[in-house]
Structures are given as C-alpha cells and as structure tokens.
C-alpha cells in the first residue's frame, strides 16, 4: 500500500494548484515556522501571534528596537541579535534595509522571514502617549468560536441521570467546543481582555458550569515606564533565568532550529490563552532602576485536584494529586474541578549590562490541603507536602563572539539541584557551535517548569547536547545536533535507571525564495520496559526509532505558492515486530488577487503499523488555533480553509476536515470511541477588530 501512497502523491503534485501569500497568511506561515522547527504539539502560540500581528501592522524600527522585542519574535537567534545590536553600536543606524545583508550570521532566509516585521527610521517613535491618544490608536478585537466533531462519541449517549451520577464513562454537556474573546491592545504596551471557553463534554450554563463558560480568564496589562516597567493585574504569566525554577507556560526544547536553545524570559506578559493551569492569578510588577530591575507577583486561584476524604467525619484531609487538562465532563473530572486552592509569591532581581546579566529569583507555592500521592517507585521522590519553596541564579555573558548562559536551582528543604549551562559560538560568519549540559536531582520538583529535557520535567535527568549550522552557500545549510541523555532513576512506566541518545541533521537548498527544500533525518534511542507478557519483572530493552523527511515549497509569483511533504518513520525494538509508517500531503493554498476570499486545501495519505510509529504534522487553522495531530493507522485526511475578509474589519474563518480510516469498524476507545471509519471536524471563527 506504500508504493500506491507515493504514486497518487505523485499524481497530486502534477495537478495541484498554487496559493497566494497575503498579508494576514503571513503570520500564519511564522507560526507554523516556529511550530515546525520546535516539534511541539502542545504549545499555545496565542500570544506569539498576537505580538507578530501588531508587528505585521506596526513594523518595528531596527534603529531603535531593543533585544528583549526581538527575543519575543521568536524568529531569530541570540547570535543573530547579538550581532544586530554590535552591528548598530558600531556602525551607527541603519540607512537601508540591504544592510541587514552586511549583518555577521544573517542569511537571506532569516531576512525574508523578518522583513514584513520590521522597518528601518531616523525618527524615534513616539514613547509617550496621553491615555485618550492610547485609546483612540489602540486595537480592539472580539473573536468568536465554535468548533465539533459531527459524529457521535460514545460518551454523548443519552442515559438517566442515576447512571451519569455513578458512571465516569458519560459526559455531562454537549459535543462542541465555544470560545470567545473581547481585547484591547495599543502596541505591546497596554492590553486588556477576557477569555472564555467551554471544552467539548463539559455543561454550558447548567449543572458544575451554572455560569456558563467552564473556564475564564482575564487581564489588564501596561508597559513601558521608567521606573514603573510593567504591571498586571489578572491573568498573567513570569519567566524567569532558563526555566528550572520558574516559568509558566509552555516553553521549546530541542528542535531542527539548533541554536534556539537558550531561553530568553519574557519576565511579565498578559495571559489571553486557555490552558487552565499554566498561569498566574493576581498581581505583578517589574521595577526598574539604571540597570536593575526587581519583579514581584503573587498569585491566588483554584487548580484542578483528586481529593481524599477522612471516611468518619467526611472532611477534606489531603490531595493526591493535581490536574492540568482542564476538562470537566464527567462525574469524577467534576469532583476534582477547582478543589485545591494554591498561592504563590516569588521575586525575580536582574542586573543588565551591555554584556553581562545576572538574575536571582525566590519563589514560593503552597497549597490549603497537603500533597500526598500514592509512593511508588518510581515518583517516590516528588514533591509531598503543602508547601515548597524555590531559589535560583542565572547568567548570560557575551565575550566577543561566544554567549554563555546557565542557571542554578535550589529547593532548600530537600538540598535537591537542578542546573543547566550551556555556550552558543560563532566560529565563522557561515558556521555556529553550540553545547548545553544539564543536571537534574531525582527529587527536585517545581511546579512551575520549562528546562531544557528531554522527559519534559526539569527533574531526573542528565544530559549533554552538542549542535551545528553550517552555511555552505547562500543557498545551502547544515543544521545538526546531537543530544545524549541519561535517567539516574525510575521513570513512569520504565522499571530501571534508562539513557539514551538523538541525532538530528538537515540539510536546507533555498536558491531563491519562491522555492526551499529540506530534508531531514532524526535517529533516536531510548530504552523503555519490555512488552514481553510472560516475564514475571519488566525488563529494560532498547527501542530505536528513524524519521527521514523531505519537504518543498515553491512559490509561482508573490500570490501563489505549493507545499508537499513525504515522512517516513521505523521503529524497532526487540519485544514487538518492527514497525514503520509514511505519511505524504500536498498543500494547495489559494487567494485571487481582486478577491476578499482566500482558500487552503491540504490532502494527506498516511500509512502506519500503529500509534507507535506516528508521525506528526502541522495543520493550518482559523487564527489562535494550533493544530498538530499525530497521524496513524491507514487512510487519507484532508481539509479546506476559507477566510473570508468583508466589512472592512471582519474576518470569517470556516474549516472542516475529515480523516478515513481504512480496515476499521471504530475509532478511539471508550467515551472518545466513534463508530465507523470516518472522523470529521468543523471549525467556525468570527473575529472583528477596528
């Protein structure tokens, strides 16, 4: 069935046809740049769009702009700032736009990405504006959304209210998903909003949601002070040194864009998301004096929590656990919705010289009912208790064409460590090293995390990473890095002390830019328990896995361009047959010039042994909306995308999607599980801003 894959791939390649790259489809292709090159499908890019928004409308003047607005781009690395603000100290400012060409690290590709963003000025923009000037040039946007799966989930059936009481196997509301958002916005320095969002299964206005919406948020954001950096009120997020002591939100590791290893904290920034755990409910602030600055925050709110009960007076005594989905559809999701109150309080101290930055961060979080777990092996080192506290140091240190960073973490009660240091270097205008080591204790545990790991824990974990980009020509570049690792004890579901290792290499030919070529290859070992049934004790065995990618891109004319990807994976390891899988797509993305109405159609052949041998691909979708599914078993997906632009200020998003499966008579297990052998999806998206 593979061989037939890449024929009707082949076919569907020769008669597919192009796209236009409108303004709006920009932002869209920078997310999914940063999606693609970060590998993560759990990442909420809600306010990396909002900020490249803003930028597409306001290009931001290079002659003036500062390194933590770049850093927040997200599309360039700390070498190539770096070497943008030597460049400007140096030279004096920019006169024209081609200079960037003169810029030591910056190729056409990384220009070509960040021209629609930026501009070049003598004048300096206007920093002080009246509250009423604010008002009158600021953004306002409302958004509405409403998404669902047409067919029926088991978990919809209709049953009498005795058994949705005692069964955790039935939802409580209805299939679809309803989201809507009201902000406000004058560049990156004031904003306020609200959010609201009822997940799929969960009562809208009725039973544990009476007010509707399961989950709102809100905030009211300002930046740009002297002395008074910037404050929240609300919703917001802190990030601070590298991630091993506090960060909310999600953060990226490793990736195909290999000198992106370094964090750079965004330090107070609003909260517009709906992830219902990763943030903060309170008050910020960041003080700054000459080269000081001092954040302070606190925040109060309910997390999601398994509750035990003394089983004589019925009372509250302690947690087992918290819980980040998010979801409250059945009975037992319910019970554990907002049962835990958590506090947390921290200050972060940074010092900011022209080279050199140093951090030092404490951070308290505890909680009304004491954490206590179940011991197993395997966890018997987190963190029990109702209260913890945290302390850390970071740096950041440029010598001539080599930056240092790092940070050291510290839980004082338990003397558990956590640290991670790591250099970027520029040995040559077209080549670039970087290395990171990490040191994670078994019983280091924070909440609030986002290290560099593997495992997604800055807990339990050693490692070395070593990484290359090589410029051979304009058009040609190496990215490649090599990561080993090690796990000193148990994790879930392995029964012994593993270690492993990743190599990735990929190879980019960009000679002009209507069309890029890339092809990557990424081995990857680690060791898991044995699927052997009759062992008696779970036995460590290797398990290997290959993906090999190659993917193009052509654009016919600034309107039209073709997107087409094959990916192949291998798994192997000694207790189950070996497995593979493909996966090829063709995208065809469409927009008449003298039309209001754009259109993405993207058909997709996949092939795969089981869920083991997934492969996983970024899906375009309405804005605020990130899709990267993982792909398995065997059939074909396709989806269209319209977005429709009238009045002036309205934007119409309408998407739907379908996946058929073949040699399968049901899709999912238990109340996720669909009858048949087709799943579809429909997305509705209105956003109005004037």
């Avoid at 006169?95 to 220009?111: G, P, V």
């Avoid at 070509?112 to 008002?135: C, G, N, T, Y």
């Avoid at 205008?429 to 986002?450: H, I, V």
């Avoid at 398990?543 to 361009?561: M, P």
Wanted: a positive charge; glycine letters at 6%.
């Amino acid at each position: 069935m593979k061989k037939n894959l890449f024929a009707v791939w082949l076919a569907v390649n020769w008669v597919s046809y192009m796209f236009c790259q409108e303004k709006s489809e920009l932002v869209q292709q920078r997310i999914e740049f940063v999606a693609e090159q970060r590998q993560s499908d759990l990442m909420d890019f809600s306010y990396l769009t909002d900020v490249l928004n803003y930028y597409l409308e306001h290009p931001v003047n290079l002659n003036a702009v500062e390194e933590q607005e770049l850093h927040a781009m997200l599309l360039l690395s700390d070498l190539q700032i770096n070497a943008l603000i030597l460049h400007r100290k140096m030279f004096g400012k920019f006169i024209a736009i081609f200079e960037l060409q003169s810029i030591a690290y910056w190729d056409q590709e990384t220009i070509d990405r960040l021209l629609p963003f930026v501009r070049i000025d003598d004048k300096l923009d206007q920093l002080h504006l009246s509250l009423k000037e604010a008002l009158r040039q600021g953004n306002y946007e409302a958004t509405l959304r409403f998404q669902t799966i047409p067919q029926q989930k088991k978990g919809y059936t209709q049953v009498n209210d005795s058994m949705l009481t005692s069964s955790n196997a039935y939802y409580r509301g209805n299939k679809d998903h309803y989201y809507t958002r009201l902000r406000y916005m004058y560049r990156t320095n004031l904003s306020v909003g609200i959010t609201a969002e009822k997940d799929p299964g969960e009562a809208f206005f009725r039973g544990a949601q009476k007010n509707g919406f399961d989950f709102y948020s809100a905030h009211a954001f300002f930046k740009g002070g002297k002395y008074l950096k910037s404050m929240a009120f609300g919703d917001y997020q802190v990030q601070c040194g590298q991630g091993l002591n506090f960060w909310t939100g999600y953060a990226f590791n490793k990736s195909a864009d290999v000198m992106a290893i370094k964090k750079t904290a965004q330090s107070i920034r609003p909260y517009a998301a709906v992830d219902e755990s990763r943030f903060l409910r309170g008050f910020a602030a960041e003080f700054g004096f000459g080269p000081w600055t001092m954040i302070t925050f606190v925040s109060h709110k309910r997390v999601d929590a398994g509750i035990e009960k003394d089983s004589i007076t019925g009372f509250d005594t302690y947690a087992t656990g918290t819980e980040i989905s998010g979801l409250h559809r059945t009975t037992d999701e319910i019970a554990r919705r907002h049962a835990l109150k958590e506090t947390i309080a921290g200050s972060a101290l940074r010092l900011r010289l022209r080279k050199l930055q140093l951090g030092a961060q404490a951070i308290y979080q505890g909680y009304d009912q004491a954490l206590r777990k179940d011991t197993l092996p395997y966890n018997q080192f987190d963190f029990r208790g109702d209260r913890v506290l945290s302390a850390s140091l970071d740096y950041s240190l440029v010598v001539k064409n080599a930056h240092f960073f790092g940070e050291f973490s510290l839980i004082p009660q338990t003397k558990a460590t956590a640290q991670l240091h790591g250099v970027l270097l520029a040995v040559h205008p077209r080549c670039a090293l970087s290395a990171l080591y990490r040191m994670y204790q078994r019983n280091y545990t924070t909440f609030y995390t986002a290290g560099f790991s593997e495992n997604g824990k800055s807990q339990n974990e050693n490692g070395v990473y070593l990484s290359l980009k090589y410029q051979f020509t304009r058009a040609l570049t190496l990215n490649a890095y090599m990561d080993v690792f090690a796990f000193p004890w148990l994790n879930y579901q392995v029964s012994a002390p593993t270690k492993g290792n990743e190599v990735l290499l990929q190879l980019n030919y960009r000679p002009n830019k209507s069309l890029e070529i890339y092809a990557r290859f990424r081995h990857q070992l680690h060791q898991k328990n044995s699927r052997d049934l009759d062992q008696t004790v779970a036995f460590v065995e290797e398990v290997y896995q290959e993906n090999f990618r190659i993917h193009v891109s052509f654009a016919a004319n600034e309107h039209i361009t073709f997107r087409s990807r094959m990916e192949w994976v291998a798994v192997k390891r000694p207790s189950n047959a070996p497995e593979q899988g493909i996966v090829l797509f063709s995208d065809v993305l469409f927009k008449p010039k003298s039309w209001p109405i754009d259109c993405t159609l993207r058909y997709t052949l996949f092939d795969t042994d089981s869920y083991d041998s997934r492969i996983y691909a970024y899906e375009n979708n309405a804005l605020n909306v990130f899709s990267i599914p993982a792909i398995y078993g065997q059939g074909s997906r396709g989806y269209v995308l319209i977005r429709w632009t009238f009045l002036k200020h309205c934007d119409l998003w309408m998407r739907y999607g379908i996946s058929i499966y073949a040699h399968r008579k049901s899709i999912g297990t238990g109340p996720e599980e669909i009858l048949g052998a087709k799943k579809s999806d429909l997305t509705l998206q209105l956003r109005i801003q004037f």
